[in-house]
């Protein structure tokens, strides 16, 4: 493309803004929700003097601004965008809990922690949107707090109207029990620990991945009959291949995880953030979860007892899964 056939910065901002978030993010940012100026021509501001209204966006843009991408900027204009009008159904939480953490996640989607819920699924989830797609993040996290509902489904009312759980992280919490609670067929989760409530199925997962991201198709590879090591080789060949084009999220034994030799049960969901390293005696491995990217190494028995399988989901129909 030519010099003078390029888009201006302003349209490149809200096309970065669409890619990452779909029209309805653009529309939200460019609707007259409050008379601030004109919103377009704010996203065209040089990042070295980019300044917001909301002070925790600020803060994190300010700590952060070094390696701000356009994707990163259009989705904390959209955050930045409810300062001071936004309210929702959630009786208490305020925005102001909310916005600072948003925009902390889109630089760093490790810090969002499920402990001491078991929403490991969700968590897995929600650090992939915050990852690749950081419009569709901001975007989500401010439709759950205005709307608390997603896709025509309402939360349940005793979750709006419960406080996060002490310890968390107001944003992670809402997020989080938001996922849980749209993902649950049967029974409402309220943002509580429970023995039956808490835990997401396969399917369960999959659904989530389709109706909360950009991904468009979903697939298991299970190692329970094919192997470890093959249904790994086939999860690195797709990370190698299209990065973040691909969601992979894999099934393990938590108790293995946390330490090498010991043995428990398939309980618990971590992002694989990387191909592996799959040697014949030994498999690294650098994967999100509880609240920290993590990059270990085990011999291969370890590891291929820790797997049982991989939930994979694609951005792109010709992705082939």
């Known amino acids: 493309m030519a010099a003078h056939d390029r888009p201006s910065p302003h349209v490149e901002a809200v096309l970065s803004l669409q890619r990452t978030a ?108 915050a990852t690749a797609t950081p419009g569709t993040y901001a975007y989500d996290v401010i439709s759950i707090f205005e709307d608390g509902a997603w896709g025509g489904k309402k939360l349940n009312s005793t979750l709006l109207g419960n406080a996060a759980l002490g310890g968390m992280d107001p944003c992670d919490w809402m997020m989080l029990s938001a996922i849980q609670d ?24 999959q659904s989530s991945m389709t109706s909360l991201t950009k991904i468009q198709k979903t697939t298991e590879y299970s190692c329970g009959y094919w192997g470890v090591k093959e249904q790994s080789l086939k999860v690195n060949d797709l990370l190698a291949r299209y990065g973040n084009g691909v969601c992979v999220v894999m099934e393990v034994d938590s108790t293995t995880l946390q330490a090498e030799t010991a043995r428990g049960s398939n309980d618990h969901f971590i992002r694989l953030l990387k191909p592996m390293t799959y040697g014949e005696d030994s498999v690294g491995f650098t994967v999100f979860t509880w609240g920290s990217n993590r990059s270990l190494t085990f011999k291969r028995e370890n590891f291929e007892h820790m797997v049982d399988g991989y939930v994979v989901g694609a951005t792109r129909s010709d992705i082939q899964l």
């Open 22 to 129: 779909g029209n309805g993010a653009v529309t939200r940012l460019v609707g007259a929700r409050r008379s601030v100026g004109d919103p377009v021509a704010r996203l065209s501001r040089d990042t070295a003097t980019t300044a917001f209204s909301d002070p925790a966006i600020q803060s994190a843009y300010d700590a952060n601004k070094a390696v701000t991408s356009s994707d990163q900027l259009s989705g904390l204009e959209l955050l930045d965008r409810e300062h001071g009008v936004i309210a929702g159904p959630w009786a208490k939480l305020d925005w102001a809990q909310i916005s600072g953490s948003a925009a902390d996640r889109m630089y760093h989607p490790e810090h969002i922690q499920q402990n001491p819920l078991g929403l490991c699924g969700p968590a897995a989830l929600l650090n992939y949107v």
């Open 182 to 205: 749209l993902s649950n067929s049967v029974l409402d989760y309220n943002g509580r620990e429970t023995k039956y409530r808490d835990g997401q199925s396969i399917g369960d997962l």
